[in-house]
Each structure stands twice: as structure tokens, then as C-alpha cells.
């Protein structure tokens, strides 16, 4: 399909391991976001790419999260040393440049994240 | 009836009847609104954005209306069907910022 792809669905860890979380953006989008879905609760911003510019880092948690993007297409976010309150869905959104004409984000199913 | 509390504030409608999600939104910069549909298990989808230099903006069942006064932001959904089920999140991007911030969600029932 052409939809934002995001892998696992689902990703069940214990509490110190790290994880790594696979997102595809739509072909053509330059902007890739990720978003963290606690059970419940709004979507919390937590990194930002527009092509080859440095990301906005600004709502990643802790130093523990950590995300890249190669080549201004797959992106990857890293959660080391994972801990209970990580466990969340993790939303993956891409867009045209600075996110559309108005604010279209087009958001992948998410990968739930479970720490034991 | 809508009810806030601890949990998702949930808006229980029949089918047929017209909804109305509301949204307060927080900073005055913002310069777009945007609703997004989340459906169980899966990633929210895009309804509607509106400027902020517009009050009103209508789309297939839907319509969006914005009061900048009292920085309120609703969405109206026509006939509301079963399929409309699901959980709205408002979103706001203040100018010259490319990151939506978005709200808490309200969870829409719709009973048939």
C-alpha cells in the first residue's frame, strides 16, 4: 500500500532491554514525525525531520530515546535501557513539506510498545 | 450527554443525530486547526483543518467552527452514523511551528 508503514505492531520487552522502532514514510514526504500514545491520552510529540535539516529533538523524553532518519526516507526510533512508563503506542505521521498546506499529518497504525 | 472526568470525555449520540465535539485550545499563535479521526487500532486520520483567519469551514458531514474570542474550537458531524465511532483529537500549529499539538480526545458512541 502507500500509506505510512511502521514495524512491529506490536513489541512485548523486558524492563533494561532496547528496542528499535521501524517507520516508512509515504514516497514523496518530506517530513517525517513521531508521535508516543500512552492508553487514554492525547498524542505526545516527540521528534521531527524535514529533509536533510537537523531534527527537532525537543520533546524526546529522555536521553534514553533517540531516533534517525537515512537517506530522508525510513526512520528508526531507538528506546534503550526501556522502562515500564515506555510502554506506549508509538505513532509514526509523515507529511509534504512543513506538514501540508494546512496540517495534513498521515499517521502509520503505530507500534505498541509493552515493558515488562 | 458529554461528561469529562478522569477518563476520555465521552459523547454518547444516536444514530441520525447531530454531534458536536468541542475543543479549547490554548495558544493564540496557533495559525491552523486541524481534527483527526482515531478508529480502535489504528493511526488518526485527517478530517478537517481550518485557518485562523476563518470561523467557519464546512466538508462532507462535517464542519468545523472556530472562536479565536474564547480560543474554542468545535467539530459538527451531520446524521451521525455507527461508523463514526471513534475518537476525535483536536491539533493546533501555531505559526511559523511545523509540529501539531494535539489535544486530549474526546471518544465518540454512536448507538444505533
Known amino acids: 500500500g502507500a500509506g505510512v508503514s511502521q514495524s512491529p505492531s506490536n513489541k512485548v520487552t523486558e524492563k533494561g532491554k532496547d528496542v528499535e522502532l521501524r517507520c516508512d514514510p509515504i514516497?514523496?514526504?518530506?517530513?517525517l514525525y513521531w508521535y508516543r500514545q500512552s492508553l487514554g491520552q492525547g498524542l505526545e510529540f516527540l521528534i521531527y525531520f524535514q529533509g536533510n535539516s537537523a531534527p527537532d529533538k525537543s520533546g524526546l523524553p529522555s536521553d534514553r530515546f533517540s531516533a534517525e532518519r537515512t537517506g530522508g526516507s525510513v526512520s528508526t526510533l531507538t528506546i534503550q535501557r526501556t522502562q515500564q512508563e515506555d510502554s506506549a503506542v508509538y505513532l509514526c505521521?509523515?507529511?509534504?513539506?512543513?506538514?501540508?498546506?494546512?496540517?495534513?499529518?498521515?499517521f502509520g497504525e503505530g507500534s505498541r510498545l509493552t515493558v515488562l | 450527554g458529554e461528561s469529562v472526568g478522569l477518563h476520555l470525555p465521552t459523547l454518547s449520540v444516536q444514530e441520525g443525530d447531530n454531534s458536536i465535539i468541542n475543543c479549547a485550545y490554548s495558544n493564540s499563535a496557533s495559525d491552523y486547526f486541524i481534527w483527526y479521526k482515531q478508529e480502535s487500532g489504528k493511526g488518526p486520520q485527517f478530517i478537517i483543518d481550518?485557518?485562523?483567519?476563518?470561523d467557519k469551514r464546512q466538508g462532507q458531514r462535517v464542519t468545523v467552527l472556530l472562536n479565536k474570542t474564547v480560543k474554542h474550537l468545535s467539530l459538527q458531524i451531520a446524521a451521525t452514523q455507527p461508523g463514526d465511532s471513534a475518537v476525535y483529537f483536536c491539533?493546533?500549529?501555531?505559526?511559523?511551528?511545523?509540529?501539531?499539538?494535539f489535544g486530549r480526545g474526546t471518544s465518540l458512541i454512536v448507538h444505533p
Open positions: 514516497s514523496g514526504h518530506t517530513a
Open positions: 505521521a509523515s507529511s509534504l513539506a512543513h506538514g501540508g498546506a494546512g496540517g495534513e499529518l498521515f
Open positions: 481550518i485557518r485562523s483567519n476563518m
Open positions: 491539533a493546533e500549529k501555531p505559526g511559523g511551528s511545523y509540529i501539531p499539538t
